[in-house]
């Protein structure tokens, strides 16, 4: 029998165990800090179960790389930072018009340009949401200790599968680089989604963007046995560019929707103490870290703090936010931006005046000292 296996690993290294238990079978990246572990780890680990690894000549090839390795029915995989996610962007477009599952990692550093690389930053936020131009939806996962960026990771190949949609592993530096334990639950444990392959024969016409009842549009092999087109512009169900108004439209509402109204099935959080907070801490990534501290430590003095720790940010559950903090009198969003999801959140509750920002942005992991000196400042307001 099969049990369970106990590691002590980097947050990166959490990773790739986790897209390895995923099913992961083709990666394709350039190294660049602080994410270079996750490509070489699967350099070597990769091989070893089958798979397939290469090293492109830059970012935007290691995306384009993944793209054409998802079409031909791999589980996909590349892993970038700041500048290098920048340079996905584009490639990254294509894969939600073509509908083309596929898992970026991002492991963030502060910015713009190259920025300070060996530091951590969350800014990268906005940018996981809206980088690439255009209407679309986008799906965005993160967390704040080992056992979830495993657990995360593979979340998003089952989002990827179920939804043929790119799904952004948005981890930090803090988070990619500590230590700590990890547990590989046996394989089976955790349920695995696999890619849905259409029943339709040989021989018999395959409409490549025409949805089941279910919402979930099945996928032939490309260079199998159907031919059929894969464009980034719009296209129609047999994938063939339109620029019809009806045909536009209900492309758009449909890379949307398949999103957006499923933003319950996609929204994973974890809540510290909520249910009698007056004052509720927002946070997610290893930000959490420092406000799961100052919640803990506070508690234990009497004082009424709870945790809301977010592990969706995209698409952005604004009922879930506005439901945990409806009896809150204050609510401080710790992270380390100049407020992205702060923002959010305050677009979210009853009272956005009620709504603060707890922050750093010089690269420094933010501390639970940081973030009591902001809860006294707000307590001076008399708020």
């Known amino acids: 029998m099969t049990t369970s296996t106990v590691k002590f690993v980097q947050g990166n290294e959490a990773c790739v165990e986790g897209a390895l238990y995923a099913g992961l079978d083709f990666y394709a990246g350039y190294p660049i800090t602080p994410s270079t572990e996750v490509a070489e780890l699967l350099s070597k680990r990769l091989p070893q179960k089958g ?7 830059d970012e935007i090839a290691s995306m384009c790389a993944i793209i054409g390795a998802s079409l031909t029915g791999h589980k996909v995989l590349t892993a970038t930072s700041g500048p290098g996610f920048s340079l996905k962007q584009e490639a990254l477009g294509y894969a939600i018009m073509a509908e083309i599952p596929c898992v970026v990692v991002n492991v963030q550093r502060g910015g713009p340009s190259t920025g300070i690389p060996t530091h951590v930053s969350q800014g990268d936020v906005n940018q996981a949401r809206w980088g690439t131009h255009g209407d679309h939806a986008m799906v965005v996962l993160t967390a704040s200790n080992h056992q979830d960026v495993f657990a995360m990771t593979v979340t998003a190949f089952n989002i990827a599968e179920t939804y043929r949609t790119p799904v952004i592993l948005l981890f930090d530096e803090v988070v990619g680089h500590m230590r700590e334990q990890l547990t590989i639950p046996a394989p089976g444990e955790i349920e695995l989604v696999e890619r849905l392959r259409t029943s339709v024969k040989k021989g018999v016409d395959y409409h490549p963007y025409l949805p089941r ?3 979930r549009l099945p996928m032939s092999d490309f260079g199998g046995v159907h031919r059929y087109n894969v464009t980034g512009l719009y296209h129609d169900m047999w994938g063939f560019p339109s620029d019809n108004p009806k045909v536009v439209h209900g492309l758009i509402r449909h890379l949307v929707d398949k999103i957006e109204n499923n933003v319950h099935q996609m929204a994973h959080y974890k809540e510290y103490y909520l249910d009698d907070a007056d ?12 406000a799961l501290h100052v919640t803990e430590n506070l508690r234990a003095r009497g004082e009424r703090i709870g945790l809301l720790e977010l592990q969706t940010l995209w698409p952005f559950a604004a009922d879930i936010v506005a439901d945990k903090c409806a009896a809150a009198k204050n609510v401080v969003v710790v992270e380390m931006n100049t407020g ?18 707890a922050n750093r942005l010089d690269g420094v992991l933010i501390t639970p000292t940081d973030i009591k000196a902001q809860l006294r400042v707000i307590s001076g307001r008399g708020v």
């Open 279 to 290: 004052l509720v801490l927002i946070s997610y990534g290893s930000a959490a870290r420092s």
């Open 340 to 357: 992205h999801i702060c923002q959010m959140v305050r677009s979210a509750v009853a009272d956005p005046e009620r709504v603060f920002l």
């Open 51 to 57: 798979g397939k690894f290469i090293q492109m000549e």
């Open 213 to 215: 009842e279910d919402g």
